[in-house]
């Protein structure tokens, strides 16, 4: 049984990254802000099913809460079976990266269509948009979190438009006082937003990203944010606790490894005075040898000025930023049954597929996930991916609530 109710609103999140959201990370960004969600890398049901070594996976301290665990899969059965695995380790909620078939679907009426019919369809009320528009052809995926221009506007009108259902915006978004102003300056004429998930900034510059984000976003007073030098003494008690954790590879090195501990630390002083110095020593020392990881870590801060290691977050500008949305799309006008009146007929047979999906798999995932009050998200992926049969435009995360 997770407690979530008791945690504050999602208005901050920091977004499911393959390699990079790991238990550590999490670890960092919870003792920088302790209010901002935090969201799991991507486990694969099928995988996750056959791994006997589930702690591997799923395991995390009890602070790392409020967290959301996303899973990865297309098939019902296998993502319900492998939802009842994760609900036993208590995660706030579910969150579920689902691929849909959609090709060609991306104009707004046809996103508003989808959310009515999903929304209308099943409890989802919150959906969180990655509004970036992925282009299917000759573009990777890393390109497509960066070429193609970014769509804020259409969060605020969603919000606009469905003013029942909450909306959080994804993508582009670095610094915590942006996310601020995204929540709370909606340009004119549109809905206030729910709340912001940023993905690489919170892993690139997590001190500018996250450090302010209990008072800026949550409210808290400002004195009760903690400096990097306390970050860095709780990291050390952290890290020395779980090397070694899940026991020791062929060759005998632990699992997790120190320099894994390590990883997340890199750019916890980006583009200020003792970067380049604090990233050599961590290097160096682990490199050298014979040191423990809080021999590693205090060695490294000898590095940093102190005034850096002991400043104060960056406090929040005291002007709004100007949070460009370029034009927003007029209103559609749904029908009573919540769908577009003007429906497009791609999109209306990827919703008549992925509606009995997703039914089912809240169906098969049934009382585990409604018993265990757990929130189960289902993230349904559009676009990018075309060359694996999952096609994707958009990413749209939605919340059973
Ligand atoms: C290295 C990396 C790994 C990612 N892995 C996932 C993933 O496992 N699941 C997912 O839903 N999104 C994944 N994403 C997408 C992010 O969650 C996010 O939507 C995207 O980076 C846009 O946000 P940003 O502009 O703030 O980075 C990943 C992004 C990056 C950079």
């Given at each position: 049984?997770n407690a979530?109710s008791s945690y504050?609103?999602?208005?901050?999140?920091?977004?499911?990254?393959?390699?990079?959201?790991d238990?550590?990370y999490?670890?960092?960004?919870?003792?920088?802000?302790?209010?901002t969600?935090?969201?799991t890398?991507?486990?694969v049901?099928?995988?996750?099913?056959?791994?006997p070594?589930?702690?591997r996976w799923?395991?995390?301290p009890?602070?790392?809460?409020?967290?959301?665990?996303?899973?990865?899969g297309?098939?019902?059965?296998l993502?319900a079976?492998a939802a009842?695995?994760v609900?036993e380790y208590?995660?706030?909620e579910?969150n579920?990266?689902?691929?849909?078939?959609?090709?060609?679907?991306?104009?707004?009426e046809e996103l508003?269509?989808?959310i009515?019919?999903?929304s209308s369809?099943?409890s989802?009320?919150?959906?969180?948009?990655?509004?970036?528009?992925?282009?299917?052809?000759g573009?990777?995926?890393?390109?497509n979190?960066t070429?193609?221009?970014?769509?804020?506007?259409?969060v605020?009108?969603?919000?606009?438009?469905?003013?029942?259902?909450?909306?959080?915006l994804?993508?582009g978004?670095?610094?915590?006082r942006?996310?601020?102003?995204?929540?709370?300056?909606?340009?004119p004429?549109a809905g206030r937003?729910?709340?912001?998930m940023?993905?690489?900034?919170a892993?690139?510059?997590?001190w500018?990203s996250l450090?302010?984000?209990d008072h800026?976003?949550f409210?808290?007073?400002?004195?009760?944010a903690?400096t990097?030098?306390?970050?860095?003494?709780k990291?050390?008690?952290y890290?020395e606790?779980?090397?070694?954790r899940f026991g020791t590879k062929?060759?005998g090195?632990?699992v997790p490894t120190?320099?894994?501990t390590?990883?997340?630390?890199?750019?916890?002083?980006?583009?200020?005075?003792?970067c380049?110095a604090?990233?050599?020593?961590?290097?160096?020392s682990?490199l050298a040898?014979g040191?423990?990881v809080?021999a590693?870590i205090?060695?490294a801060?000898?590095a940093?000025?102190?005034e850096v290691l002991?400043a104060?977050?960056?406090p929040?500008s005291?002007?709004p930023?100007a949070f460009?949305?370029g034009e927003?799309?007029p209103?559609?006008?749904?029908?009573?049954?919540g769908?577009?009146s003007s429906?497009?007929?791609t999109?209306?047979l990827?919703?008549?597929?992925?509606g009995?999906?997703?039914g089912?798999a809240k169906?098969q995932?049934?009382?585990?996930?409604?018993?265990m009050?757990m929130?189960?998200?289902i993230?349904?992926r559009v676009?990018?991916?075309?060359e694996v049969?999952?096609l994707?435009?958009?990413?749209?995360?939605h919340f059973f609530?």
């Amino acid at each position: 049984m997770n407690a979530s109710s008791s945690y504050q609103p999602q208005l901050l999140s920091v977004a499911p990254m393959m390699d990079w959201t790991d238990i550590h990370y999490r670890q960092l960004a919870r003792l920088i802000s302790k209010h901002t969600w935090l969201y799991t890398e991507m486990v694969v049901d099928n995988a996750l099913i056959h791994n006997p070594n589930r702690d591997r996976w799923l395991w995390y301290p009890p602070e790392q809460h409020p967290i959301v665990c996303q899973l990865g899969g297309s098939n019902p059965a296998l993502l319900a079976k492998a939802a009842k695995i994760v609900a036993e380790y208590g995660y706030d909620e579910i969150n579920l990266n689902c691929g849909l078939g959609v090709d060609d679907a991306d104009s707004y009426e046809e996103l508003c269509n989808f959310i009515a019919t999903v929304s209308s369809q099943s409890s989802v009320s919150h959906f969180i948009l990655h509004a970036r528009k992925c282009l299917l052809s000759g573009l990777s995926p890393a390109e497509n979190r960066t070429i193609p221009p970014l769509r804020w506007g259409w969060v605020y009108a969603l919000s606009r438009d469905f003013p029942h259902l909450h909306f959080s915006l994804n993508g582009g978004v670095e610094l915590c006082r942006t996310a601020q102003s995204a929540i709370e300056h909606a340009p004119p004429n549109a809905g206030r937003i729910h709340g912001v998930m940023i993905g690489r900034g919170a892993y690139n510059m997590p001190w500018p990203s996250l450090g302010s984000a209990d008072h800026t976003i949550f409210g808290m007073p400002a004195e009760v944010a903690p400096t990097r030098r306390q970050v860095l003494e709780k990291y050390i008690g952290y890290a020395e606790s779980v090397i070694g954790r899940f026991g020791t590879k062929s060759d005998g090195s632990p699992v997790p490894t120190m320099r894994s501990t390590v990883k997340p630390l890199l750019a916890l002083f980006h583009g200020e005075k003792g970067c380049k110095a604090w990233k050599r020593s961590l290097d160096a020392s682990m490199l050298a040898g014979g040191m423990d990881v809080a021999a590693v870590i205090q060695s490294a801060m000898r590095a940093v000025p102190d005034e850096v290691l002991d400043a104060p977050p960056c406090p929040p500008s005291s002007l709004p930023i100007a949070f460009a949305t370029g034009e927003l799309p007029p209103p559609v006008s749904l029908q009573d049954n919540g769908v577009c009146s003007s429906a497009c007929t791609t999109l209306s047979l990827s919703l008549q597929l992925s509606g009995p999906r997703l039914g089912a798999a809240k169906q098969q995932a049934g009382n585990a996930w409604e018993h265990m009050s757990m929130r189960a998200q289902i993230i349904a992926r559009v676009g990018e991916q075309r060359e694996v049969g999952v096609l994707r435009f958009w990413s749209w995360q939605h919340f059973f609530l």
